[in-house]
């Protein structure tokens, strides 16, 4: 079974700064996608950004960005000029690329503050 | 806004009650999973319906239970409520297809007490 672990349960940083969120994954899979969600106090779900695994080049989406390292399992995301709106949980996630519709496993979260 | 609906958005009932959940996809979406968000457990994958038949099941208690109907909105069934069961329950919905992305719903706070 997969598994995804964020080893930072909290992390904060400054208005208009850039901090880098820690995500690391166990499969066996070679073909699979990952995403970052982001849950702020609302308690909505919204996706920040997704990942595919056969890609090499990393997927950004304004402000964020994600450094994958297939072979070190680890997607990492970075949040630049943060601001105050970016305060939220972040899930990281992973979905099998083997079978159409398959199930999300999340990670812990990272809680982040972002202070002005 | 994700386009993906739930209702209600909170539901308040004692221990042993049976409680139902709804959720309506996106339009399109013929994909919708059900999670748990509980403080202990985290985020949890339920149950997976695809065009009205079940797909991929998680962990879930059998006193739960879901269904998709014709127009593609799904139920989840809640009984012999416990206190435990006390969480956020989340729709996500999602088109068919290997780059599909699950689009979630605002979620059904639940307090059984």
């Known amino acids: 079974a997969q598994t995804v672990t964020q080893s930072q349960p909290e992390m904060s940083v400054q208005e208009a700064e850039t901090v880098t969120l820690s995500c690391t994954y166990d499969t066996s899979e070679s073909d699979y996608y990952l995403f970052w969600y982001k849950q702020p106090p609302s308690r909505q779900m919204i996706l920040v950004i997704r990942?595919?695994?056969?890609?090499?080049q990393n997927a950004t989406e304004n402000r964020f960005s994600v450094n994958f390292q297939k072979a070190a399992k680890s997607f990492s995301l970075k949040i630049s000029d943060s601001q105050l709106g970016d305060a939220a949980m972040y899930f990281c996630?992973?979905?099998?690329?083997?079978?159409?519709?398959?199930?999300?496993?999340f990670g812990e979260g990272t809680q982040l503050t972002v202070n002005p | 806004d994700s386009g993906v609906t739930q209702t209600p958005k909170h539901l308040i009932t004692a221990t042993g009650q049976r409680v139902t959940l709804r959720c309506s996809p996106r339009s399109g979406d013929l994909s919708v999973y059900w999670y748990q968000q509980s403080l202990d457990q985290g985020l949890q994958f339920l149950i997976q319906y695809y065009n009205g038949e079940e797909r991929a099941k998680g962990n879930i208690l059998e006193r739960f239970s879901a269904q998709q109907f014709p127009d593609l909105h799904s139920e989840l069934n809640l009984s012999s409520l416990e206190l435990g069961d006390s969480a956020l329950y989340f729709c996500?919905?999602?088109?068919?297809?290997?780059?599909?992305?699950?689009?979630f719903g605002p979620g059904t706070r639940l307090l059984v007490l």
């Open positions: 996630a992973y979905r099998s690329g083997e079978t159409s519709g398959s199930r999300l496993t």
């Open positions: 996500a919905s999602s088109v068919v297809g290997l780059t599909e992305t699950q689009y």
């Open positions: 990942q595919e695994a056969y890609k090499q």
